[in-house]
């Protein structure tokens, strides 16, 4: 897979920054790209370890990319750190749940996952003139390998071998959040969008 | 002890050693260990889907249906009796709704269970399905397997009585 292009580059980078912006806002703490756009092409087999030690324990939140464009948006956040964000939400939000692991707390996930998340569709579709919709947020914890295995096992029934993956680590000023936003896109996203960029 | 991890599709086929196998962060797929303890001759396939089907792939270990055959012939290659070998398996979560995908995990569990049946291979122990990830763990110098998952203790899941040490070996006394 060739390299992007400098303009689909600029627009990636964008729509990233536009993301970290929304969880900065959400969590009232400064965030930023730690590293450039990663645009990468991987084997299937590959996708398990893309963020990390396989049994890493995670927050992730899951969005399917459905309209113009099609594919699959993951937000990864390391356990640990996803539980203190979530005590940071419930804590604005006046509501408490100490144990950060029920129902609000899976809520207060979702919905910042559904922001990061709509914040760099929002980008892709303004600039492409695309109509897209992210799926609602499905929040699992569980290894980062369990999950990422699972959304392999759906693009094999797909047929994908290799896939493009578009990957940023979101990094705070503050606190050692390492977060990261994994973008794969739908079968002929990526070619369509590069031949419009 | 040498540590060997397989991911999505990959297989192994051996005797008894100082070696482990691992599959990491199993959801949706199935980890598949055959067995021959009499023969001390095991193999160990991630299994992705249900079918083959018509994909051209030329990955037996990962769909259910060729898993099965593949390993047992591989096993029978390096002295197993079919008749001798069983089965357990971990995996097959449903994590993730995903549209158009419905319950894989599942499916992938039954096609298993479905394609040992077809072959005579009993499956003595599973832990699959539910929607947590697994680890599963292979230890082939003792013949035992055991899952991992996030905030629970490890799960041994060979049944006691087909742990290496309790079988009779082929072709001597049993090694109590």
Redesign the interface.
Known sequence: MAPPSADMEAILRRALDHSAEALSGFLGTKLARAADVQLSRHRLADLPVLCGPEETPVAGVFLEVQGDLHGYLLLVIPAEEARDMESKLLAVAGTEDPEGTGELADSALGELGNVVGSAFLNELADRFHLSVTPSPPQVARDMVGALLSTLAGALAVEERTELPVVRTELVSDVSRLAAYLLWIPGGTDWNRLEAMA | MRRVSL????YRAGKAGAEQWFI??????VGLILCDPTRQVSAMAHV??PEKGR?L?GEPA?YADTAVPFLLEQMERLGAERSSVYAQMAGG?R???????GD??GRNAAALRETLAEHGIPLVAERVGG?????LRWDLSTGRAVV?R??APDEILTPQQYVYGEVPVYGRSASR
């Open positions: 991911g999505l599709g990959e990491y962060g199993l959801g949706s797929c992705v889907l994909s792939s990962k979560a994590m993730l709704a995903i549209s158009g995908l894989i995990g929607t947590q990830g697994r680890t991992s996030v905030g």
